[in-house]
């Protein structure tokens, strides 16, 4: 099983709809999860961190399910300048402390007129 | 906003030759991060760095590659002797701190072509 796995998409969807995406990692003891979006051949920008109790922030929402392993993000109302890739990236830190940091492949999202 | 810089943009090398990646991370930021994205894939953890110290590696980050904080603002990230396959964008990033719930903040990248 992959350390952390996404879908990869594309997700097409229409202006002002709903979409979802899941991410599953599989290490237990990974500690932190965030969401990242990629823009071609641009560096990640963070979207947001995901808590346990999940977190929304405007349109997007993060939700983490620590006992099945999984992440999700729920954009509403999806505009076009959502368009780009969603990284899903976890961190399972290491044994002196510090991040350890891996990143899914991404999912692409693309917003249609 | 504060951000993470990177220069050059864009690097094109031969072969077997050096090149110096640099990188400015956010001024009070102490972790720092090297990672790399081969085109059409995923972004690959390299190296962390704190302390001037590296505080963690990949398997990617063989003995052709080396990092220095060489003065109190620049991170600079060396390929000693590059091959091929070292055609990569090349992100650094910084966080706050080390704790696994401090975010990384990541530069516009560097790509490198090699010949």
């Known amino acids: 099983r992959k350390e952390v796995e996404q879908d990869p998409g594309p997700f097409n969807v229409p202006e002002g709809a709903t979409v979802a995406f899941n991410c599953t990692y599989s290490?237990?003891?990974?500690?932190?999860f965030f969401w990242y979006r990629q823009d071609c051949r641009k560096e990640p920008k963070l979207l947001m961190s995901?808590?346990?109790s999940g977190n929304e922030d405007g349109r997007f929402t993060a939700q983490l399910n620590r006992a099945s392993q999984y992440i999700s993000l729920l954009i509403r109302d999806s505009k076009l300048s959502d368009s780009a890739t969603y990284l899903c990236?976890?961190?399972?830190?290491?044994?002196?402390?510090?991040?350890?940091?891996?990143f899914g492949t991404g999912t692409k999202l693309q917003v249609i007129p | 906003e504060p951000e993470v810089t990177q220069t050059p943009s864009h690097q094109v090398t031969q072969m077997g030759q050096e090149v110096i990646l640099r990188c400015v991370p956010i001024?009070?930021?102490?972790?720092f991060y090297w990672y790399r994205q081969i085109l059409g894939q995923k972004v690959e953890f390299l190296v962390s760095?704190?302390?001037?110290?590296?505080?963690?590696k990949s398997e990617i980050f063989d003995d052709q590659f080396s990092v220095e904080r060489p003065d109190g603002s620049n991170f600079t990230l060396k390929i000693r002797s590059t091959k091929l396959e070292d055609s990569a964008m090349y992100f650094c990033?910084?966080?706050?701190?080390?704790?696994?719930?401090?975010?990384?903040?990541f530069g516009p990248g560097t790509r490198l072509t090699v010949l």
């Open positions: 990033a910084s966080s706050r701190g080390q704790s696994s719930y401090n975010e990384q903040f």
């Open positions: 290490n237990s003891a990974s500690q932190s």
């Open positions: 995901v808590y346990s």
């Open positions: 990236v976890v961190n399972i830190g290491n044994s002196g402390g510090y991040q350890k940091v891996t």
């Open positions: 001024s009070n930021h102490l972790y």
């Open positions: 760095f704190y302390n001037n110290e590296i505080s963690e």
